[in-house]
């Protein structure tokens, strides 16, 4: 059984954070794990409290699971804080971690702040070069750059290449903010060559969760030995399949459907 551990926030709505990270590794096969690094109290309204998780919690957390399960990949989520980065980083290093999926989580669809400011340079510093693969959208992304925001292929054709030269090995930049397209254009960067990831736009409010379930498809197709680029081309069919089939729940901005890519492909 392959494994995969998610480190990140609690969504107490189950549309986001660990809960999508978890049902998204179980639908692709993997034995899921997590380490929890905030708690949200959080619905499809949006998130109406956060609740960092001390240190010494999230040290203990990491160190039962990686001291004795360990994992064949790792997916970064929420992490809050300049200190949650710096041990989160310290023990990926410490327990020689391979496969680690940075989504670089920033602001909840409903415009919370889930990183605090202070946070970007230890997120770019610490984290990024530890990365296999980071998974930013184009607000996360510029913010990272210290940029203003993409609105064109050409530009994100250019970020991702400045987000390459920040560390990671591969970079996969979400083209789901760029307007104007009837295409989901997605990039991912290897350093030399672009490859370019297309899936139709979907007509629905139903998105949440969307970067967290993307990020952990890549992390557990990587769990299961798949190269970066087939683990990124399955992830996108997971999410576009989850968009499609997404849930009309709650009164606000409802989850995607992680069931759909096991029920409808």
Known sequence: MNKALTIAGSDSGGG???????????????????????????????????????AEAIEAQLDAVLSDIGT?????????????????????????VENIVVDPVMIAKGGASLLQDAAVDALVTKLLP????????????AKVLGIKE???LEEMESAAKKLHGLGPKYVVLKGGHLEGDTKSTDILYDGQTIT?????????????????TFAAAIAAQLAKGDEIADAVKTAKQFISAAI??????????????????RLYM
Request: glycine share 10%.
């Open 130 to 141: 530890l990365a296999t693969v980071i998974t930013p959208n184009l607000p996360e992304a």
């Open 150 to 152: 993409m609105t064109t």
């Open 16 to 54: 986001a954070g660990i809960q999508a990270d978890l049902k998204t590794f179980q639908e692709l096969g993997t034995f899921g794990m997590s380490v929890i690094t905030a708690l949200t109290a959080q619905n499809t309204l949006g998130v109406h409290g956060v609740f960092p998780q001390t």
């Open 196 to 212: 370019y990831l297309e899936a139709e736009r979907v007509s629905t409010k139903n998105t949440h969760g969307t970067g967290c």
């Open 72 to 96: 064949d990949a790792v997916k970064t989520g929420m992490l809050f804080s300049p200190e949650i980065i710096e041990l989160v980083a310290d023990k990926l290093k410490q327990y020689n």
């Open 244 to 261: 499609t089939h997404s849930l009309s729940i709650g009164n606000g901005i409802g989850p995607t459907n992680h069931a759909a890519y």
